[in-house]
């Protein structure tokens, strides 16, 4: 489990000018609002993912019950992520706040902490976390929204998703894949790392995926990564997938091939994948069918010929 914001150095820099966390949370109240504390290690790591503000308080119920609060966002709701990832308690279950009106959110539970990221937020609850409603309400409140969503990531065989992390830039990369060198992933050309764990009978590897802006950038990328000891290397598009080290050729080209692959998407305004036809044109096309169909039943049946005086009695055979 991660303690990194829990550290006597104070990051100032992050304090908001308007607190983001709320004055009451169910039957709790709010004390005061500080900045969070970070280590100096970890600090770096924050700035890189896009930290704005860290704020934390303690609130306290009318029996003396407690709750911390930490609460971070985010320049993006792809930085938030990143940190809800790092940040998140390993072992640890799906918290129940996922469950929530809002579309998104993400949520973990282990050792007495609750992480909850969404958009570009992620908060932290220690001791206890608030009701569904009222944690609706604090996400509601919640000010400078990004309104995109991260990009997922489609898990594999193997694949141990807590192990997830994403490298936005040398320091992520030092911390969680310190065999690939800043100059040879070329964070400076835009690039973006996700690192999965995948524990294959023959042992754990991990897999890296870049994503680069171009193909170019890519297949260039990847002559570079191949060049690092014990590497495999695949590319396709602007993706590379590598693996260091691996322990099993079959496995380590199977999970080269997913990861390089491009992501799968899904536009939900599409009524099938990769065609023009929208929701709202197969809705209309549907509705269109069902008045057709019945317009034809409806000539059928006054095409058939009627008797004049139809024999409306009963017969019974003995």
Not at 5 to 28: G, N, W
Not at 68 to 78: H, I, L, R, T
Not at 82 to 100: H, I
Not at 251 to 274: E, I, K, R, S
Request: one cysteine or more.
């Amino acid at each position: 489990m991660k303690v990194a914001v829990l550290c006597v150095t104070a990051l100032s820099a992050f304090a908001a000018t308007t607190p983001i966390l709320p004055e009451k949370l169910d039957d709790y109240t709010r004390g005061d609002v500080s900045p969070v504390q970070i280590a100096a290690a970890d600090r770096d790591l924050l700035q890189e993912y896009g930290l704005k503000v860290a704020d934390q308080a303690q609130y306290t119920a009318p029996d003396s019950r407690r709750m911390g609060v930490d609460a971070m966002q985010f320049a993006d709701s792809e930085g938030a992520h990143a940190a809800y990832l790092w940040l998140r308690p390993s072992p640890g279950v799906r918290s129940p706040l996922t469950v929530v009106r809002f579309i998104g959110v993400r949520g973990t539970v282990g050792g007495g902490t609750t992480v909850i990221g969404w958009k570009n937020y992620v908060f932290r609850f220690h001791g206890a976390a608030p009701g569904q409603s009222a944690f609706e309400d604090m996400l509601a409140a919640l000010p400078a929204i990004d309104p995109n969503e991260p990009s997922e990531e489609v898990y594999r065989l193997y694949a141990d998703e807590s192990s997830e992390r994403w490298l936005s830039g040398p320091v992520s990369l030092a911390r969680f894949a310190p065999g690939i060198p800043p100059s040879t992933a070329a964070f400076h050309e835009g690039a973006k790392g996700r690192l999965v764990r995948f524990e294959t009978p023959a042992g754990a590897m991990n897999r890296i995926v870049f994503a680069y802006s171009s193909p170019e950038a890519a297949k260039d990328r990847a002559g570079a990564l191949h060049a690092l000891p014990g590497a495999k290397v695949k590319v396709q598009g602007s993706r590379v997938a590598i693996i260091l080290n691996p322990v099993d050729a079959p496995v380590t080209q199977q999970l080269l091939d997913a990861g390089a692959a491009p992501a799968a998407t899904w536009d939900p305004t599409y009524f099938w994948h990769g065609e023009s036809l929208t929701l709202e044109s197969g809705i209309a096309f549907a509705f269109a069918g069902c008045v057709l169909g019945a317009l034809i039943a409806t000539l059928l049946r006054l095409s058939k010929p009627r008797e004049a005086f139809p024999d409306r009695s009963i017969s019974l055979d003995l």
